[in-house]
């Protein structure tokens, strides 16, 4: 986009003068870089006239937060800007989605160097307030949002039938039932509703999920891996299309 008045940079380029008002902005997020989040979109807005740019996040120096982004004054100066930053998980030949997204609006400096900052939170809906959400965003994935006793009571009202494996106590940590990471002597052929799962398959509430013991168990980033359930479900639930954006409503899950 075309730029006036004032720009995004890292360092300052040409049309910039080393004592011009300057707006630091610092930002940060929850969101592991690069496990959860690998690119930054920023968007300024300047009395009303808007500019982009977006960062690869995973290689120093932007492999950690705050990541610090410098708003330098190029030619007049604005007196009101509006600073949005999105974080996204982005894969080759497949649509980015979007992880965390926040904003700010303040005053530019008039002169000299000012500091401002920017917590972007996790893009996740957490509609039954149990600290599980939907979105790809969130920290742990809730496989019913409408009902505050799941996941933590039950998983999605049923208990988890595990297919011959060890199954572990409360406290004692996640259920190791056969998962393709440490199995552990589980059997193939669990009945499942209308199915049959696999040896590295858990029945969930009359459906095969995938059994995991952590998120590289899941490695396709619609699922998450719950460690308290030992299987992979699906971070964004969905019934069509229109609920997934740029991406494919697929057996109720919005997946690439």
Same mark, same amino acid.
């Given at each position: 986009?075309?730029?006036?008045?004032?720009?995004?940079?890292?360092?300052?380029?040409?049309?910039?003068?080393?004592?011009?008002?300057?707006?630091?902005?610092?930002?940060?997020?929850?969101?592991?870089?690069?496990?959860?989040?690998?690119?930054?979109?920023?968007?300024?807005?300047?009395?009303?006239?808007?500019?982009?740019?977006?960062?690869?996040?995973?290689?120093?120096?932007?492999?950690?937060?705050?990541?610090?982004?410098?708003?330098?004054?190029?030619?007049?100066?604005?007196?009101?800007?509006?600073?949005?930053?999105?974080?996204?998980?982005?894969?080759?030949?497949?649509?980015?989605?979007?992880?965390?997204?926040?904003?700010?609006?303040?005053?530019?400096?008039?002169?000299?160097?000012?500091?401002?900052?920017?917590?972007?939170?996790?893009?996740?809906?957490?509609?039954?307030?149990?600290?599980?959400?939907?979105?790809?965003?969130?920290?742990?994935?809730?496989?019913?949002?409408?009902?505050?006793?799941?996941?933590?009571?039950?998983?999605?009202? &049923? %208990? +988890?039938? /595990?297919?011959? *494996?060890? #199954?572990? $106590?409360?406290?004692? =940590?996640?259920?190791?039932? &056969? %998962? +393709?990471? /440490?199995?552990? *002597?589980? #059997?193939? $052929?669990?009945?499942? =509703?209308?199915?049959?799962?696999?040896?590295?398959?858990?029945?969930?509430?009359?459906?095969?999920?995938?059994?995991?013991?952590?998120?590289?168990?899941?490695?396709?980033?619609?699922?998450?891996?719950?460690?308290?359930?030992?299987?992979?479900?699906?971070?964004?639930?969905?019934?069509?299309?229109?609920?997934?954006?740029?991406?494919?409503?697929?057996?109720?899950?919005?997946?690439?």
């Amino acid at each position: 986009m075309r730029r006036t008045g004032v720009i995004v940079a890292v360092v300052c380029i040409a049309g910039c003068q080393t004592d011009s008002p300057t707006l630091l902005i610092d930002i940060s997020s929850e969101l592991q870089i690069p496990d959860e989040t690998n690119n930054l979109v920023v968007r300024l807005e300047a009395d009303g006239t808007p500019s982009e740019d977006a960062y690869a996040l995973g290689t120093a120096p932007r492999d950690k937060w705050p990541q610090t982004l410098p708003v330098v004054a190029e030619t007049t100066l604005p007196k009101r800007v509006r600073f949005t930053g999105e974080l996204r998980v982005t894969t080759a030949g497949q649509p980015s989605v979007v992880v965390g997204y926040g904003e700010v609006s303040l005053d530019f400096p008039q002169e000299g160097l000012a500091r401002a900052s920017l917590a972007i939170p996790r893009a996740c809906t957490d509609a039954d307030d149990d600290g599980y959400g939907v979105g790809f965003g969130c920290a742990e994935a809730d496989c019913d949002d409408d009902d505050p006793r799941a996941p933590d009571e039950y998983f999605c009202g &049923a %208990g +988890p039938v /595990r297919d011959g *494996g060890v #199954v572990v $106590g409360r406290d004692a =940590g996640p259920p190791r039932d &056969a %998962g +393709p990471a /440490r199995p552990d *002597g589980g #059997v193939m $052929g669990t009945p499942c =509703g209308s199915d049959v799962c696999g040896d590295d398959e858990m029945c969930v509430n009359n459906a095969c999920f995938r059994s995991c013991v952590d998120q590289s168990d899941c490695p396709e980033f619609h699922l998450q891996c719950s460690t308290r359930y030992g299987v992979c479900f699906c971070r964004l639930p969905c019934r069509d299309s229109s609920t997934c954006g740029p991406i494919e409503c697929v057996d109720g899950c919005c997946q690439f």
